[in-house]
């Protein structure tokens, strides 16, 4: 069966956008993915999104945000897409199953997934003192003391937000120099509450199996190891966005990411549409991957109409 719209991804920007084509009547399908709900659905407290004075658990806002798309008529189906063809109308897409669905539209919302270290201990604590992102997680360790992993721009910005909330922040990177921007390099040397160890890696966190209580760091050079005190753990090597489905067919740049037309989410290719982490390296947030999935909704109800 032809679908006017088909999604692929159930994050925010997924949602959203769906939540936006059925009430416009187009009755989109939405592939929810093997990870139903995108990243959120593996996070604990959400307290940056609208309208949740306490905050919300991640899982419980996706759940919600699939079922309110569901309620205006969104089909869904927990499957993932292995193969897109978009050379030509009705563009196909083939999932897991092997099972071909054509569509007039496509929204790409399959996101961007954080780089890690790939640390046992790591993950047992993501989400308990582990995070990927300051701007999300930031206020819980207000007053407290942390770490940030990286050298490079991505790990600079979230020193020097870190900076503002909690009482000191380490940056522990591999190397003798940082890879950022020498303008932000110099703020962030500037930063009395900022401390860089230099050569370093870290190791392992430490935990008393509810919680972040330390970590502990090695030396590249010297193989000597030490145990420092902190409550937060920031990884910040960079993203790696989900788009080796659309390479070779829908164009990205050199870091992986979709390429929209400005003030837009067309892509390169007419009645595709992009939104989301998978096109937005700057914010990566749930509030603007929703707004870019409520405007590639509004997109592809114009192009259908046209």
Same mark, same amino acid.
């Given at each position: 069966m032809e679908q006017k719209v088909l999604i692929i991804g159930s994050g925010p920007a997924g949602c959203t956008a769906a939540l936006y084509c059925a009430r416009f009547g187009l009755e989109p399908l939405m592939f929810l993915g093997r990870q139903e709900g995108g990243q959120l659905s593996i996070t604990t407290d959400v307290e940056n999104y609208p309208g949740f004075i306490d905050g919300v658990l991640g899982p419980d806002l996706m759940s919600n945000m699939i079922k309110q798309a569901q309620r205006f008529g969104t089909k869904t189906i927990a499957r993932d897409i292995k193969k897109i063809c978009v050379d030509k109308r009705p563009f196909a897409v083939i999932d897991d199953t092997d099972e071909k669905h054509s569509a007039q539209s496509i929204i790409i919302t399959t996101g961007a997934q954080a780089k890690w270290l790939g640390l046992e201990s790591e993950k047992r604590y993501l989400g308990f003192g582990v995070s990927s992102c300051a701007t999300c997680d930031g206020f819980f360790f207000k007053d407290q003391d942390v770490i %940030? !992993? *990286? *050298?490079?721009? @991505?790990? %600079?910005?979230?020193?020097? &937000?870190?900076?503002?909330? %909690?009482?000191?922040? @380490?940056? =522990?990177?591999?190397?003798?120099?940082?890879?950022?921007?020498? =303008?932000?390099?110099? #703020?962030?040397? #500037?930063? /009395?509450k900022v401390r860089i160890l230099w050569n370093s890696v870290l190791k392992e966190v430490i935990g008393d199996g509810k919680s972040v209580t330390g970590a502990r760091i090695a030396d590249v050079t010297s193989g000597d190891e030490r145990e420092i005190n902190v409550q937060g753990i920031f990884i910040a090597i960079g993203h790696s966005p989900n788009t080796s489905l !659309?390479?070779?067919?829908?164009?990205? $740049?050199?870091? *992986? &990411? =979709?390429?929209? /037309?400005?003030?837009? @989410?067309? @892509?390169?290719?007419?009645? %595709?549409?992009?939104?989301?982490? !998978?096109? $937005?390296? =700057?914010?990566?947030? +749930? !509030?603007? +991957?929703?707004?870019? *999935?409520?405007?590639?909704?509004?997109?592809?109800?114009?192009?259908?109409?046209?």
């Open positions: %940030v !992993v *990286g *050298g490079g721009n @991505t790990a %600079v910005e979230e020193a020097l &937000y870190l900076n503002g909330l %909690v009482r000191s922040v @380490t940056l =522990i990177h591999r190397r003798n120099t940082l890879r950022a921007e020498k =303008i932000m390099q110099e #703020r962030l040397f #500037r930063e /009395k !659309v390479k070779g067919q829908i164009n990205c $740049d050199s870091e *992986g &990411y =979709i390429l929209t /037309k400005a003030n837009s @989410t067309q @892509t390169n290719i007419p009645g %595709v549409f992009a939104a989301g982490d !998978v096109q $937005d390296k =700057i914010f990566r947030q +749930a !509030v603007t +991957a929703a707004g870019t *999935g409520c405007m590639a909704a509004i997109e592809a109800e114009k192009f259908l109409s046209s």
